[in-house]
């Protein structure tokens, strides 16, 4: 284990549940669900009723002008959420050292809604019609690179291309580049998946649920699961240093513990349990931790019986007897998959929850007949030091990142 030691010193939200943390984990607490019919304009009439939609967002409260212009929804939320991480904790907008700091985010959707736009000048009007931002808005890269130019932020920056699970190797990375050296980094994943082109992109998915009632839209690993729903939105971290996080008076809200990542192949969900089980004892290891230290697991909760069943297993492999008593959990349910944004919501909710001692609920599951015990109804609390996230993409990445109590 490297001498430096990766925190989490700061967290940003931007989330169906609220804007900011505090309002993020008291959805969550509480059970509450964001789940509604999408009423965004031009998708009506597609097979896709239901999603995770952020709501009340004004993007001009976070983002300059010079910016709006030239970025789509998905890096108006980084933006957000790297601002919100970065005051929470008392990272310097232009710092002393400019090359001690960096930025990493993920991304699989890119700024699609920006991009739509612009194709639709193109057919109506013309080429000259087109605007100057078309070519770097819809990039995946587009949000790293906006948070580095805006804060200064001049250290190892990244993009990780990795699937779903980006999310949470994009924390593994920064915790990596502060193990190397790097005084912090902002680091996380924020998505907008919910506009016409968006959709239709994703109608692909065979394990996407058409149903239009948002409370049985997405039920991950109930018997009656019929398939996930999109949601938008994500969360940024503060990573850094351990030693340095104490000098400068930062509280550590969470260490990065352990990470490990594996790929197993689009929508093969059978074998994705030999590769997830593969990633949950490498990021164990790299903790040095126990299977019966983990205290709560967040899952990755695709909806889908094939994979839900594939997780528990899993689960079952990496943990032992000890998989049928960890507290698991899947606040997604309420929030629906924002792609790489859902992972970081993810361990936003875990950080919380390692805080306040409290698992948060499933929302709209009721049962769980793989095994598993599954917190659902009402939050629990309990004694949290290790909490467990997971993720799978819809494309084969998995990955288990451990997070320990600071």
């Given amino acids: 284990m490297s001498a430096r030691s990766a925190v989490i010193t700061g967290v940003g ?9 505090d309002d993020h984990w008291k959805a969550l607490s509480e059970g509450r669900s964001a789940l509604a019919p999408i009423d965004r304009e031009g998708c009506a009439d597609l097979p896709l009723k239901v999603a995770g939609l952020v709501r009340g967002f004004d993007a001009e409260a976070y983002v300059e002008p010079r910016y709006l212009v030239q970025t789509d929804r998905f890096t108006h939320f980084a933006m957000a959420a790297a601002e919100l991480a970065a005051a929470d904790a008392g990272l310097a907008d232009h710092p002393d050292d400019p090359f001690g700091v960096a930025v990493v ?5 890119g700024g699609g809604e920006f991009g739509q736009r612009e194709l639709q000048h193109l057919w109506s009007e013309g080429p000259h019609h087109v605007g100057p931002y078309q070519s770097i808005a819809w990039f995946y890269a587009a949000s790293t690179g906006q948070i580095s130019i805006r804060g200064g932020f001049k250290g190892p920056c990244g993009v990780v291309a990795s699937d779903e699970a ?5 924390l593994a990375h920064a915790a990596r580049a502060v193990a190397r050296g790097t005084d912090a980094v902002l680091a996380g994943a924020a998505e907008a998946p919910v506009a016409p082109y ?4 994703q109608l692909g998915y065979p394990g996407l649920s058409t149903e239009a009632d948002p409370d049985r839209a997405y039920r991950p690993f109930g018997s009656d699961a019929t398939g996930f729903v999109p949601g938008e939105g994500g969360a940024m971290f503060v990573v850094e240093d351990a030693a340095r996080a104490r000098a ?3 509280r550590a809200r969470a260490r990065i513990a352990g990470h490990a990542a594996t790929f197993t192949g689009a929508a093969r969900w059978a074998d994705s349990r030999e590769g997830l089980a593969h990633a949950v004892r490498g990021a ?5 931790c126990a299977p019966d230290e983990v205290d709560v697991v967040f899952a990755d909760a695709l909806g889908v019986p094939e994979a839900d069943r594939a997780e528990a297993l899993a689960l079952a492999d990496a943990l032992g007897d000890h998989a049928a008593r960890v507290p698991v959990t899947a606040p997604k349910a309420g929030l629906g998959r924002a792609h790489c944004g859902a992972p970081a919501l993810d361990v936003a909710a875990a950080v919380l929850a390692l805080e306040h001692g409290l698992v948060p609920p499933t929302p709209h599951t009721a049962d769980c007949p ?4 599954l917190v659902t109804g009402r939050p629990r609390a309990a004694e949290l030091r290790t909490a467990l996230v997971l993720s799978r993409g819809l494309m084969g990445s998995n990955t288990a990142l451990l997070l320990r109590r600071a």
């Fill in 13 to 21: 939200v931007v989330a169906p549940h609220g804007i900011g943390a």
């Fill in 166 to 170: 980006g999310g949470l190797d994009a």
């Fill in 248 to 250: 400068r008076g930062a």
């Fill in 284 to 288: 164990l290891a790299e903790a040095r």
């Fill in 105 to 109: 985010t993920a991304a699989g959707s």
């Fill in 370 to 373: 793989y095994g598993l015990d």
């Fill in 198 to 201: 968006s959709m239709v992109c």
